[in-house]
């Protein structure tokens, strides 16, 4: 049985990327009927930063060479690596739990919201590997960062999570699914970019559609 963990990262109560990510986990539960799921909203409820006993559990992980996450309470030693623990265990155990793992987050300022962030630092620790686990992400951005625009190269929000996911979690096929140009529903200045905007988002929603079919 597949089970899929569904995150949504949008400061907005009604944003694009929760409209994206919502459509693949619809088509996707309705495509496995059997398969688990579950849901986190960061941004509503928000997972708390890293603290000094988050680090201290990361240098035992290299002290030790560890490599195996459902092993990583053996190595608390003090009330506040219990307390660190505490954050860090449901959080992981979401993620080991889960076959296929979607993220929906806006582009804030060229990157992610800090309400994502919070999240991958929480489960992420040294030498990691989440094996067969796929990443699919859902993304809105106020202007154009594909290949060729002139914006790409301040893309820090797919070039970060692609990076971060295969550098931490050895997970390579990472898919992003992006609606550009977001900007153009609001800023009269880019009013005249409304088709293109329009033509990107509807692209987006019958990519998700059809990858959670396949997924």
Known sequence: MSTLLHLDASARTSSISRELSAVFADVWRAANPDGGYRYRDLAAEPIPFIDAAWTELCD??????????????????????????????????????????????????????????????????????LGHRRFVVATARGGAYSPGAPKAAFDYQERFLR????????????????????????DPALAHLRGKHDESYALALETARNLAKEY
């Open 163 to 186: 990076d971060f996911f295969a550098g931490h979690f050895a997970v390579q096929d990472t898919v992003f699914i992006n609606a550009e140009l977001a900007n153009a529903r609001q």
């Open 60 to 129: 035992a992980v290299l002290a030790q060479s560890s490599t195996d996450v459902d092993r990583l309470s053996e190595l608390v030693r003090t009330p506040e690596q219990a307390a660190a623990w505490a954050i860090i265990e449901p959080l992981l155990a979401e993620v080991l739990a889960a076959d296929v793992i979607l993220i929906g987050t806006p582009m804030y300022n060229y990157s992610i919201p800090a309400a994502l962030k919070a999240w991958l630092d929480q489960v992420t620790f040294p030498r990691m590997s």
